[in-house]
């Protein structure tokens, strides 16, 4: 079980809704997936075509947990307004703290973050802030009382997998919140490891949206992550230089 | 016969005469609507969003859902609408 807040989920994966190539598809690849959480943003509607379809009204809204987004914040400011504006929706009181610092790199401003994170936890929000893999940051980020911390492997959409274990794992085991590993995520086995370093969970969006087939690689992620998962609790051999065998050295039929 | 209140004069034709059409700014545009569309709600059913789960804010204050057929429109004010997306 994952648990967030008050929230409890069975699912490990909480998947993005961004770019997918069809209602379709993402439909398809949300239910292929099995995942709990969808992660949406706020945006100005146009309102002069108020019959194109939305995404939200093809789920079964009772079978999944929003996780709005602040992305487009560049201040706490503003992300305090889109979290606001979220929960005025009357769907849901979870929010993905994303204040980004560089448009470049779309890593997140540390300091912003934190600002914002925090007044979200006074206001009453289940707070998941998206933050760097600074190590002393996500510990501050639980200190003001974050429900999880969500710390990237990658920058966001470059499917570049972990390039920072060492710290992602410090960032697990100091942790007494729920640690989700978001963004970077390009493949089943960048998934699988990020749970077997001891993650609580995986938040993807494009290494599915932008595949080639998003619903086989929906399934793709749904087994990686249980897998890793399952390897994480097992608890994998110690490392050696040198090989130890399988098979009896005692009682050989030669010589 | 109604007495008006004296303010200054640039604001006062508002009041003076009856007008038909409210001019809003929607999402940073400029918009008229038919004045008889003057709640909140009101205005949704103008663009066919009553339907939709949408977010209204209201000259910088964000609207509670239960209050949208109580609130009134008047003109200039800046309302903002905005809605879920795909994102991550």
């Not at chain 1, 997936?33 to 509607?45: G, N």
């Not at chain 1, 009357?90 to 470049?104: A, H, N, R, T, Y």
């Not at chain 2, 009553?50 to 800046?78: C, F, P, W, Y």
Request: one cysteine or more; proline letters at 5%; hydrophobic letters at 45%.
């Amino acid at each position: 079980m994952l648990k967030i807040g008050s929230y409890e989920f069975s699912s490990r994966l909480l998947l993005g809704t961004g770019k997918y190539p069809n209602f379709d598809v993402q439909k398809q690849s949300v239910e292929v997936s099995e995942t709990e959480i969808l992660t949406f943003a706020v945006r100005r509607m146009n309102i002069f075509e108020a019959s194109q379809p939305n995404f939200l009204e093809k789920l079964d809204l009772k079978k999944y947990t929003l996780l709005p987004n602040t992305a487009g914040a560049k201040t706490a400011k503003e992300a305090v307004r889109i979290a606001h504006l979220a929960k005025a929706s009357g769907l849901c009181d979870m929010i993905k703290v994303e204040v980004i610092g560089c448009q470049k790199t779309l890593l997140p401003d540390p300091i912003e973050t934190l600002k914002a994170a925090e007044e979200l936890v006074k206001l009453g929000f289940t707070v998941l802030p998206y933050t760097s893999d600074d190590v002393l940051l996500a510990k501050r980020l639980e200190a003001v009382g974050c429900h999880a911390i969500m710390p990237g492997a990658s920058p966001i959409g470059s499917g570049q997998g972990i390039i920072n274990p060492l710290n992602l794992r410090f960032i697990m085991e100091q942790s007494e919140v729920p640690v989700i590993v978001d963004a970077g995520i390009g493949t089943p086995s960048d998934a699988a490891i990020a749970m077997e370093l001891g993650a609580d969970g995986v938040l993807l969006n494009t290494a599915v949206s932008g595949a080639k087939d998003p619903v086989k690689m929906a399934k793709a992620m749904k087994l990686a992550i249980e897998a890793g998962r399952l390897g994480y609790e097992a608890g994998r051999i110690e490392k050696n230089d040198y090989a130890i065998a399988s098979s009896p050295v005692e009682g050989l039929s030669i010589g | 016969m109604v007495r008006f209140s004296i303010g200054p004069f640039d604001t006062a034709p508002f009041n003076l005469m009856e007008v038909d059409e409210l001019e809003l700014i929607i999402n940073g545009e400029k918009i008229r609507i038919p004045a008889e569309e003057s709640t909140v709600t009101g205005l949704l059913q103008h663009f066919n969003l009553h339907q939709k789960v949408v977010i209204v804010e209201l000259n910088d204050e964000i609207l509670a859902k239960e209050s949208l057929s109580e609130t009134l429109l008047s003109n200039g004010d800046k309302v903002e609408i905005v809605h879920f997306v795909g994102g991550g």
